[in-house]
C-alpha cells in the first residue's frame, strides 16, 4: 500500500535558508531529508549537527550515523510521524521543538 508523503519546514529552517541563502539552500534542506530517510529506519528523531564544514548525522543520542560533506549553519531535527496512510516529516530548530 502506498502512504502519502508529506514534507514540512517550520519558520526557524526557513529564516536560515533567508539569512544564508548563498551557504545554504533548498538543495541543502533535499539532501538532509535524503540522508534522514535512510536512517529513519533506525530513530524517528534524526539531528543533524554542524562540524565545522561537514555535519554529523546522528539519532539525537550522539550516536552517530555518518558525516556528510554539507555546511549547516546550526543544528537542525527531522522528525517522522507515521500512520497507516501517511508519513509525514518535519525539518526543524532545536529551539522549535
Known sequence: MMKKFTFGLTP????LLDEF?????LNDIQNLLQVAINYFKESYFISFKPNKLT?????????????ILLYI?????MIQEESEAEVVVVAMLPSEY
Open 12 to 15: 526557524g529552517v526557513e529564516s
Open 21 to 25: 541563502d548563498d551557504s545554504f539552500t
Open 55 to 67: 555535519t554529523l548525522v546522528t539519532d539525537g543520542n550522539d550516536n552517530i550515523f555518518e558525516e
Open 73 to 77: 549553519p546550526e543544528n537542525i531535527w
